[in-house]
């Protein structure tokens, strides 16, 4: 078997990592593209030390970025003729700066490359990640996930490199996150790694990871959420081991879903994968019984079922809902979903769904 692993060239993790942004940064004008709570830290901490650098910060991404909002950052970078981006916040904020550094090369429209009119050529702009949250993995992707609320479309910009250049994963960053994000985001990053380990291409390096991430979260994500530092360290880690591995396997149904329901019903991405996982799980038993098995005997020395239903009773610990009935998912929905949830992750799920098995998990979560 041959295994390849991509990931960021350079990857800093620990308490106090992000004071190595600036060494790192290469000379010229930077942008900054940063979460709503991370500008003050950015403004207090890193632009004294860069001096007369030019540089601009661009606050307050929007969650699931819309395409206008990239282009509006694209066109910053471009007239401040940026050497150097740095997306600072949660997965949203880095998804923008990783789209604006790859395609500030580029001729045309944001548009043009999200949808594939276009092919992304190669390496942009120097690309730094730095994230506040510990859920998305987006600092070690090589994709960016956006939308298009023209269509509704939710789905991820590839092309090129677009690797970090630079991921500096500091659990410090993810101290003030509220506990709700911390439950969303760790869940994410849960459902992340189990689906990794499951996922068809999974190989022996993305399952050491996948593993290793799993049982770092399943074991500290309460604790984390009711604001124990030593375990959002944990938590931090365990979503960059997570981040790791999927980057390698892919995902799984979950994720395939809860792109257009995250679209169509305004769900926050953690949220959607909270209440599809242990459903999900449940129907890939069938036919990934061998791997989740040794997964459930590593994580809890369980079987599959038993981790299924200590996954469900995580999730209402952490005050995360069962199913789609507050956002009101409903039968004029479902299209829109079925059209739209055949993805790369839909592909790695190790049981193939048809739309009659969608149709028929939509319903039972609605």
């Not at 980057?247 to 169509?264: D, E, K, M, T, Y």
């Not at 061998?290 to 997964?295: G, K």
């Not at 005997?297 to 995580?314: D, K, M, V």
């Given at each position: 078997?041959?295994?390849?692993?991509?990931?960021?060239?350079?990857?800093?993790?620990g308490?106090?990592?992000?004071?190595?942004?600036v060494?790192?940064?290469?000379?010229?004008?930077?942008?900054f593209i940063?979460g709503s709570?991370?500008?003050?830290r950015i403004?207090?901490e890193?632009?004294?030390?860069?001096?007369?650098?030019?540089?601009?910060?661009?606050c307050g991404v929007?969650?699931?970025?819309?395409?206008e909002?990239?282009?509006a950052?694209?066109a910053a970078?471009?007239?401040?003729?940026?050497?150097?981006?740095?997306?600072?916040?949660?997965?949203?904020?880095?998804d923008?700066?990783?789209?604006?550094?790859?395609?500030?090369?580029?001729?045309?429209?944001?548009?043009?490359?999200?949808y594939g009119r276009?092919?992304?050529?190669?390496?942009?702009?120097?690309?730094?990640?730095?994230?506040?949250?510990?859920?998305t993995g987006?600092?070690?992707?090589?994709?960016?996930?956006?939308?298009?609320?023209?269509?509704?479309?939710?789905?991820?910009?590839r092309g090129?490199d677009m690797?970090?250049?630079?991921?500096?994963?500091?659990?410090?960053?993810?101290?003030d996150c509220?506990?709700?994000?911390?439950?969303a985001?760790g869940?994410?990053?849960?459902?992340?790694?189990?689906?990794s380990?499951?996922?068809?291409?999974?190989t022996q390096v993305s399952?050491?990871?996948?593993?290793q991430?799993a049982?770092?979260?399943?074991?500290?994500?309460?604790?984390?959420y009711r604001?124990?530092?030593?375990k959002i360290?944990?938590?931090?880690?365990g979503?960059?081991?997570?981040?790791?591995a999927f980057?390698?396997?892919?995902?799984?149904?979950?994720?395939?879903?809860?792109?257009?329901?995250?679209?169509?019903?305004h769900?926050?991405?953690?949220?959607?994968?909270a209440?599809l996982?242990?459903?999900?799980?449940?129907?890939?038993?069938?036919?990934?019984r061998?791997?989740?098995?040794?997964?459930a005997?590593?994580?809890?020395?369980?079987?599959?079922?038993?981790?299924?239903?200590?996954?469900?009773?995580?999730r209402?610990?952490?005050?995360?809902?069962?199913?789609f009935?507050g956002?009101?998912l409903?039968?004029?929905h479902y299209?829109?979903?079925?059209a739209?949830?055949?993805?790369?992750s839909?592909?790695?799920?190790?049981?193939e769904?048809?739309d009659?098995d969608?149709?028929q998990?939509?319903?039972?979560?609605?």
């Open positions: 078997m041959i295994t390849q692993v991509a990931l960021p060239r350079e990857i800093h993790f308490r106090g990592i992000r004071n190595r942004l060494a790192a940064l290469p000379p010229g004008p930077v942008l940063a709570h991370a500008g003050k403004r207090e890193v632009l004294p030390r860069l001096g007369s650098w030019p540089c601009r910060l661009i929007s969650p699931e970025p819309p395409l909002e990239v282009e950052a694209l970078g471009r007239e401040l003729g940026t050497v150097a981006v740095v997306g600072w916040g949660g997965g949203s904020a880095i923008v700066a990783k789209s604006v550094a790859v395609l500030l090369p580029c001729p045309g429209s944001v548009a043009d490359y999200f276009s092919t992304i050529p190669g390496k942009g702009a120097f690309f730094a990640a730095l994230p506040t949250t510990a859920g987006a600092e070690l992707t090589s994709n960016a996930v956006l939308r298009d609320p023209a269509t509704g479309i939710k789905q991820s910009l090129g690797f970090a250049d630079l991921a500096l994963i500091d659990p410090e960053l993810v101290y509220p506990p709700p994000v911390i439950a985001s869940f994410d990053a849960l459902t992340q790694a189990i689906e380990f499951l996922s068809r291409r999974a399952r050491l990871l996948a593993g991430a049982e770092l979260l399943l074991s500290h994500l309460l604790p984390a604001n124990d530092r030593t360290d944990k938590v931090t880690e979503s960059m081991l997570g981040a790791a980057g390698q396997s892919g995902l799984g149904a979950v994720h395939g879903l809860a792109h257009p329901i995250g679209s169509i019903l769900v926050p991405h953690g949220v959607c994968c209440i996982l242990p459903t999900i799980l449940h129907w890939n038993l069938e036919v990934a061998e791997p989740f098995a040794e997964l005997n590593r994580l809890s020395g369980q079987s599959p079922e038993e981790l299924i239903e200590t996954i469900a009773r995580l209402e610990e952490l005050g995360l809902p069962s199913d009935k956002y009101r409903a039968p004029e299209p829109f979903i079925l739209n949830c055949r993805s790369g839909m592909k790695c799920n190790p049981r769904l048809s009659h969608v149709t998990i939509l319903e039972e979560l609605s």
